[in-house]
C-alpha cells in the first residue's frame, strides 16, 4: 500500500474547542477525557515546537522521558552544566572538566575492571598438580630447600563458546552373526541414560525464554544454524514436561510469600491469545468479569495483566508472577488466602490505584513515593522552582534511607532514624504543599496543581515508612519484577494459551526468585527435576535458598546407605 503525504490543516485554539463541545455530546465521559487529553497534548506540543527555545532534546525528553530520573539530572543547571543542590553535602558534587582532570578528584566509576578468578564460580573447577613436583620435595634449584604448597595457587581461566544446548552422537557398534543372524550391539558408556533429553536441557531453554526473553523460534534458529535442531514445538514440549515436576516449588513459594513481613505487588499487561477477542469476552462474562445491569449486557473486563507480587520473608525475597484477567490486588488476595491466621496484618506496597487492593483481606497500606515523585518530574520542566523544592526534600529522605541500609539498621532502629531524621523534612513539605492552594499560588487544574493534590491526597500512605517499622519507601522492587514479565512480552509477544502463561509464571517466579537469592536458577531447575519425588514430598527443602543444604544431606544419606560404593 503506497503511503501518501498527511493533509496539513491550520487548527487555532476556537476550532479546537468547537470539537471537544462536539465531542463531549456525542461521546462517553472515558472517550471524551481520552480526545481531551490528545488534543491538549497536541495544542502543548505545538506550542513548544513554535517556540525558538525549544531544543530537540527537550521534545524527545518530553516525549518518550528521561533517562534517568535523578534529582542532579532533572535539576541540572543548564546554564552553566552545574547540578544544583540545597544540602551541603551535594553542593560541588560534579565537578568542571578542568577539575575532574586533575589526579583524584574523583573517585573511579563503578563496574569497570576485569573479574577476577572468583567471579566465575559457576565455572568446572579443576586442579592441576605439578607435573614432576610434590610437596617435600628437595628444590632442584639450591637442592638444599624442601618444597611446601603454598596457600594461593596459580590461576588460569579459559572461557569456551558452545551452543546453549548440546549435544553427544554415541555410534553404538553392531554386530550380526553370520550363521543365526544374531545382532550384539554395545551397551551404552556408563553414566549415559537412555532418555534423549536431559534435565539441564530444560532448564537452559526455559531459563533463556522466560529469564532473559529469548522466545522459542530465535531459540530454535540460535541451534540450527550451529548443527544442533531443537524446533520451537519441541521445546515448548520439554519445558511443558519439566513444568508437570518444577510445580510443587512454585506453590510452595506462594505458601511462604504469603507469610511476608511486606508485600509489594503492581501490574502489567500481557497477551494471551486464548483470551482475546470474541471467545475470550464469553469468557470473561461466564467467569463473573462482566455482568447484566439494568437490561444492558457489558462488555466484560477486556484486560489481560502479569500481576508481579514481591514478598519480603525472614529477610529473604520471594517475586511471584501471575498471568490473566485479574488485577494485582485479586491475584495479592489469592496469595494471601495462605496466610496464617495467627500473623498480623502484612505491610502492602503498591502504588495508589484500587486495583492493587486485596478484596476483604486487611493489610496495612503503604503508597510508593517515586509515583508521586515522578509527576513532579514530568513537569519540571515547566515549573522548575516549586519541582526542585519538592525534588530536593524527597532527595534527602532517600539519603537517609541509604544510610539506614548502609549502617544495617533493623526495622525500628530504620523507623526512628526516618523519623528523626526525614521527618522534620516531610512535615515542612507538607506545609509547603497544603500552602500552595491556601495561598493561590499554585492552580489546582494545573500539571503542578494535579501533582501536589496527588501528595496531599495519599499522604499518610507514602510517609508510612515514619510511623510503621518495616514500611518501605516505594514500590520499586516489584517495578524491577516486572521487567521479567516485560522482557518476554517484548520479544516473544504473548502466550497462546492459559497454560502456556502459568508455564511461563511458573518459570519466572523460580527464576527470578533465585536471582534474588543469588542462587544459581539453571543449577535450580536441574536439581528439582532429578529430585522431584523428594520435592513432591517435601517441597520447603528445595528453595532457592536452602536446596543445597538438603543435596548435601541426601549425598550424605546415599553414601551412608553404600558405604563401599566408588
Known sequence: ??????????????????????????????????????????????????????????????????????????????????????????????????????????????????????????????????????????????????????AKPGVLVRLVGQAPVGAKVYWLQRLRCGLCDAVFTARPPEGVGTEKYDATVSSMIGLLKYGTGCPFNR??????????????????????DAFQL?????????????????????????????????????????????????????????????SGIVSTH????IALFFSGRKHA?????????????????????????????????????????????????EVADRFPEPCRYVLESLKVVYRNDAIARERTLSPEARRQFHQAESGPVMEELRIWLTRQFEEHLVEPNSALGGAIS?????????????????????NNICERALKKAILHRKNALFYKTEKGALVGDTFMSLIYTCQLCEANPFDYLTELQRHASALAATPQDWMPWNYRETLKQHNRKGIEACPNAG
Open 329 to 377: 490486588g485479586e491475584n495479592l488476595s489469592k496469595v494471601l488466602a495462605q496466610r496464617a491466621q495467627t500473623l498480623d496484618p502484612p505491610i502492602q506496597m503498591c502504588d495508589a490505584l484500587s486495583r492493587n487492593l486485596p478484596a476483604e483481606l486487611e493489610t496495612i497500606l503503604a503508597n510508593c513515593l517515586a509515583h508521586g515523585r515522578r509527576q513532579f518530574v
Open 314 to 317: 525472614e529477610g529473604r525475597q
Open 246 to 306: 518444577i510445580e510443587p516449588a512454585y506453590a510452595e513459594l506462594i505458601r511462604q510469600a504469603a507469610q511476608g513481613e511486606v508485600l509489594y505487588n503492581d501490574d502489567t499487561t500481557v497477551r494471551i491469545l486464548e483470551r482475546m477477542g470474541k471467545r475470550g469476552q464469553q469468557a470473561a462474562l461466564a467467569e463473573g468479569f462482566g455482568q447484566d445491569t439494568a437490561g444492558k449486557k457489558e462488555s466484560g473486563r477486556r484486560g489481560l495483566f502479569t
Open 454 to 474: 496527588y501528595l496531599l491526597r495519599h499522604w499518610e500512605k507514602l510517609t508510612l515508612f515514619l510511623r510503621k517499622a518495616g514500611a518501605p519507601l516505594d
Open 219 to 240: 531459540q530454535e534458529g540460535l541451534q540450527g544454524s550451529l548443527g544442533i535442531p531443537l524446533p520451537a514445538s519441541t521445546q515448548w514440549e520439554i519445558v511443558d
Open 1 to 150: 500500500m503506497k503511503r501518501t503525504e498527511p493533509k496539513v490543516i491550520d487548527l487555532n485554539t476556537k476550532k479546537l474547542e468547537s470539537v471537544l463541545d462536539r465531542a463531549e455530546s456525542a461521546l462517553d465521559e472515558e472517550d471524551y477525557e481520552t480526545i481531551k487529553a490528545v488534543i491538549e497534548s497536541y495544542a502543548y506540543i505545538a506550542e513548544l515546537v513554535g517556540d525558538k527555545n525549544t531544543t530537540i532534546h527537550r521534545l524527545r525528553k518530553l516525549l518518550f522521558g528521561a533517562r534517568t530520573e535523578k534529582t542532579e539530572t532533572v535539576l541540572r543547571d543548564k546554564a552553566n552544566g552545574a547540578t544544583a543542590s540545597s544540602s551541603g553535602d551535594d553542593a560541588g558534587s560534579e565537578s568542571s572538566e578542568e577539575d575532574g582532570s586533575k589526579e583524584g578528584s574523583r573517585p573511579p566509576p563503578k563496574g569497570h575492571g576485569r573479574n577476577g578468578a572468583d567471579a566465575y564460580h559457576g565455572g568446572e573447577q579443576i586442579k592441576v598438580p605439578h607435573e614432576c613436583l610434590r610437596p617435600g620435595d628437595p628444590c632442584p634449584e639450591c637442592v638444599e630447600g624442601t618444597l611446601y604448597e603454598q
